[in-house]
């Protein structure tokens, strides 16, 4: 089965190392699967509006509930990656 490797710094085009040290900045650490989604800087930024909505949600949802709320997104969409995450 193919697999694509993490996009390394060194290698990376400049608006993707720029989202990358943005991402570490804020969120202290980049896992291999945002290094990997890289690869194309929208893949990358459409996995991150993730931090927008929990920020948009959990200040009246609050903390557990907005996990509840991105668990169910996850489990109905069939990201079994995602709904095991939450």
């Not at 290698?11 to 980049?30: I, Q």
Request: aromatic share 8%; glycine share 2%; with cysteine.
């Amino acid at each position: 089965m193919p697999r694509i490797a993490p996009l390394e710094s060194e290698a990376a085009p400049p608006d993707a190392r720029a989202a990358a040290d943005a991402h570490v900045s804020r969120h202290g650490r980049m896992t291999n699967m945002k290094r990997t989604l890289l690869h194309s800087l929208p893949a990358f930024r459409a996995l991150m509006e993730w931090y927008p909505l929990r920020d948009t949600v959990q200040p009246f949802l609050g903390e557990r509930l907005t996990t509840v709320f991105a668990h169910a997104i996850s489990a109905q969409t069939d990201c079994l990656i995602c709904s095991t995450f939450f």
